[in-house]
Every structure is written in structure tokens, then in C-alpha cells.
């Protein structure tokens, strides 16, 4: 079962406009999300995170929403830039003794100049 | 470079042979993970280590795959007589427990079995 969903296989937005990358998930016992960008052939790097006791979190161009109820996350990225243009991936961390993080499948983003 | 090293970052090799791929964390971080991702799909979790003890491995590690952290540092992951579904990149991640929430990637290494 996926216990994180990313359903936009892909998005494109103009350079300048808004990006909005949405994640769901299920399990309840999660404790922290975090967003990573992946460029080809190179591995995952962090970008932003939040705790289940937040509802935002900001840095600089990056701003993730949390919605709990609804087991919703959401990354905002204003403006978009041409370097945004890569994978996002959502993910969550169970909240037991490992940390271990569960991905979603990831969005591709491509943001047009 | 303080940040997950890992190699080799390709390798391509005959189905049947044997591979071993290895990781060096970021300096003190006491967790390490490894991860595999196929083309499509996000990082699944494979193992992880406290320090030098493997503490859990997913149903994903069939008993081809061999992970070890002898001195708590390095790690290596070893999958033996290879299959062509094993083709992926394999991910190595550290983190801290005591500080940050943070796991930090490698830049990964790309296997292809043919």
C-alpha cells in the first residue's frame, strides 16, 4: 500500500509564477515531512521539512503547508525559477525508533523561461 | 567534501556476477540507510544501522542482498548472482539521531544488470 501519494506525475508553470506541489498520505504516524529536489542521476537533497505539531513552514522561496486533517502537504515555491526544474519528491517519517522515510513517487517540475 | 560518499557510481555487469557498492556518511552520523529507486517511483527504504548494528531490513532485501557496517562508519551493500530486476539506483543516507531531523543523501549508485 502507499502510504504517500504525489498524483501530478508532472507540472509546468511560467518562470515568476507560483509553483504549488501537492503530497497525501495515510498513516498517522508520521512525525515529520520533508521535501527533497533530485536532479538526474544524482541522489535526493533536501530542501525544506515540517513537523505534524505545524501547519507552515517558510524558507526564502520555499513554503510547505501541512493540513492534518486531511493528511495533506503542499510545496509552494514563489517565484519559480528555471534551476527549480527537477523532481520533488514528499516525504514521511515514521514516528517509531528507525526515522526511516517513506517517499512518495515524486512530481517533475519543469518551470519554462 | 563532508557530505555521503558513495561508488562506484555506475556499474553495469552480467546477470549471475556479484556487486558490492559502498558508502561513507557524513563524519559522526550515527544512522545510515540504504535506499533503492527504480525509474518512476520514489526511494524505498532497503536497511538501516545504528552505529555498526543492522537494526532493520525491509521484505524489499531478499537474501541475495547483504548489508554491513563493521566499524560503524562505511557501509557496504553487497547483492550477489544478480538479477535484471536489480537494475536501480542504490541510495545511502546518514543522519545524527542526536541533532537535526534531517536525512542527507549520496549522490547514489546506479546499477544495471544486463
Known amino acids: 500500500d502507499q502510504q504517500v501519494k504525489q498524483n501530478s506525475p508532472s507540472l509546468s508553470v511560467q518562470e515568476g509564477r507560483i509553483s504549488i506541489l501537492n503530497c497525501d498520505y495515510t498513516?498517522?504516524?508520521?512525525?515529520?515531512f520533508l521535501w527533497y529536489k533530485k536532479y538526474p542521476a544524482e541522489g535526493p537533497t533536501f530542501l525544506i521539512s515540517?513537523?505534524?505539531?505545524?501547519d507552515k513552514n517558510e524558507d526564502g522561496r520555499f513554503t510547505v503547508f501541512l493540513n492534518k486533517s486531511a493528511k495533506h502537504l503542499s510545496l509552494h515555491i514563489v517565484p519559480s525559477q528555471p534551476g527549480d526544474s527537477a523532481v520533488y519528491f514528499c516525504?514521511?517519517?515514521?514516528?517509531?525508533?528507525?526515522?526511516?522515510?517513506?517517499f512518495g513517487s515524486g512530481t517533475r517540475l519543469l518551470v519554462r523561461p | 567534501d563532508t557530505g555521503v560518499s558513495q561508488n562506484p557510481r555506475h556499474k553495469i555487469t552480467k546477470r549471475g556476477q556479484n556487486v558490492t557498492f559502498r558508502c561513507d556518511p557524513i563524519?559522526?552520523?550515527?544512522?545510515l540507510y540504504w535506499y533503492r529507486q527504480t525509474l518512476g517511483q520514489g526511494p524505498e527504504f532497503l536497511t538501516y544501522?545504528?552505529?555498526?548494528?543492522?537494526?532493520?531490513k525491509s521484505r524489499l532485501l531478499s537474501d541475495r542482498f547483504s548489508a554491513e557496517r563493521p566499524k560503524g562508519s562505511f557501509s557496504t551493500l553487497e547483492i550477489q548472482r544478480t538479477e535484471q530486476g536489480d537494475s536501480a539506483m542504490y541510495l545511502c543516507?546518514?543522519?545524527?539521531?542526536?541533532?537535526?531531523?534531517?536525512?542527507?543523501f549520496g549522490e547514489g549508485s546506479w546499477l544495471t544488470v544486463v
Open positions: 515540517i513537523s505534524s505539531i505545524k
Open positions: 563524519s559522526e552520523h550515527n544512522r
Open positions: 516525504a514521511a517519517r515514521l514516528m517509531d525508533s528507525s526515522y526511516k522515510l517513506i
Open positions: 498513516n498517522s504516524m508520521f512525525d515529520y
Open positions: 544501522f545504528q552505529n555498526e548494528a543492522q537494526l532493520e
Open positions: 543516507a546518514s543522519r545524527q539521531t542526536d541533532s537535526g531531523n534531517t536525512i542527507y
